[in-house]
């Protein structure tokens, strides 16, 4: 487990720090699959966009994929390198920006190239299927194969496109790309490449590149890399495909904090309850996805220990955000001790998906955010009353 590097008594709070150690230590594993397979990997900017780490990251991956044309700005103005962006609808508007930044345009269907297909007549065009191949259970707003997915084309789809625009259409795409997972193995990876081969395999020998998408949680202590890359050169060598991966989470799992003081602490006993601790970091505003996914954060106290399960520990206190929702809970955790108002506590893993979604809702102010290098700690942005106001 990745625990904190730097005093954590020593920075505002609430506050985000992501450690360049772990993040460089991500950074390598990438790297190393590159450099076995000759794939390239790219950083899935809407997991993690925190630009100042770009210089980082940009001496170890191929480059940056976008969600639109912000991001891919972003990319292309702080990363270099390549440039990919996807999106379900392109606006004319839109495209005509994008063409600027942009080297690779994945589209959501056929249709969706054709009808762009003049303003990325230069560039590396692939098109984005759905062997409806659900390989997670759990969380169906994460799963692109539910029923009912928006996001690329079925191969009857596919084929239905292919019929309307002609077979000719076909040579002027460069490739496939699925994105299938989330925070997976490469086991399910293998199933998922095989049904698309299956699919879509008597389209593969035409075209050059295969993006297998994100989801894979390739950082993560039990992944299976040797599986990948197996994975990476049956593509290579079946078809003589350039593969490309583009994770998000596992370019920087593990490699940050959200640091938080205990605002308050509301005595559970006289209702027969657990004691509720009031952070000055809410769930709703700085950590979505404990809600969303949902999840639970692992916790660290200043002298080292780790928060229990409920009732693990002599205190279970209920965790919750400084606003009005009352599902503003992180969770459920024991202590050995009482929390006391001052007590501050780290919450673990909140680099990714953090900091790119969170919000002002109540007017609740946005973590400071840190990183702690080689060189010390560097404050990259404090937020203020500005931040809320500009955008209402
Ligand atoms: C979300 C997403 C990614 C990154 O996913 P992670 O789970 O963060 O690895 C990559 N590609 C596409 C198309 C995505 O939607």
């Known amino acids: 487990m990745n625990t904190p590097t730097f005093d954590i008594n020593k920075t505002d709070t609430p506050c985000y720090v992501t450690e360049e150690c772990y993040l460089k230590r991500n950074c390598e594993i990438l790297k190393s699959v590159q450099d076995m397979t000759g794939c390239k990997i790219l950083l899935a900017q809407k997991a993690f966009s925190m630009y100042s780490t770009y210089p980082l990251i940009s001496g170890y991956l191929s480059g940056t994929t976008a969600s639109g044309l912000y991001e891919a700005r972003l990319g292309y103005e702080y990363f270099g390198n390549e440039t990919h962006v996807f999106s379900p609808a392109y606006t004319d508007k839109e495209i005509n920006e994008l063409v ?46 539910a029923p009912g997915s928006r996001l690329g084309q079925t191969l009857a789809s596919f084929e239905e496109d292919i019929k309307r625009y002609g077979k000719e259409i076909l040579d002027e795409i460069d490739g496939l790309h699925f994105h299938t997972l989330c925070e997976q193995n490469s086991d399910d ?60 989470e596992a370019v920087a799992l593990n490699a940050g904090f959200l640091v938080t003081t205990v605002l308050d602490v509301i005595d559970g006993k006289v209702n027969g309850e657990d004691d509720i601790a009031i952070l000055d970091a809410s769930a709703a505003c700085h950590m979505p996805d404990v809600l969303e996914m ?44 009482p929390l006391k108002p001052g007590d501050r506590l780290v919450l673990c893993d909140m680099s990714i998906y953090s900091m790119v979604k969170n919000n002002t809702f109540n007017g609740m102010a946005l973590p400071s955010i840190y990183y702690n290098t080689s060189l010390g700690m560097r404050e990259i942005r404090e937020f203020s009353y500005e931040d809320f106001r500009c955008r209402l």
């Not at 639970?296 to 929702?325: F, M, W």
């Open 100 to 145: 600027k930044y942009a080297g690779h345009f994945v589209f959501n269907s056929i249709r969706q190239f054709a009808l762009h297909r003049d303003a990325v007549k230069d560039k590396h065009c692939l098109i984005r299927v759905n062997p409806r191949f659900s390989t997670q259970e759990g969380h169906e707003i994460y799963d692109p194969c």
């Open 189 to 248: 990876l293998k199933r998922t490449a095989k049904e698309v081969e299956v699919q879509f395999g008597k389209y593969l020998d035409k075209m050059s590149v295969i993006n297998f998408g994100g989801g894979h949680h390739i950082t993560r202590d039990d992944y299976d890399i040797d599986t990948l890359v197996e994975v990476i050169n049956h593509f290579k060598n079946e078809y003589g495909l350039e593969v490309y991966l583009e994770p998000g």
């Open 294 to 337: 949902p999840y639970r954060p692992v916790i660290i106290q200043p002298n080292g220990n780790i928060a229990g399960e409920k009732g693990e520990r002599a205190v279970t206190v209920r965790l919750g955000g400084n606003t009005c929702l009352a599902g503003d809970v992180i969770g459920d955790y024991s202590f050995d001790e």
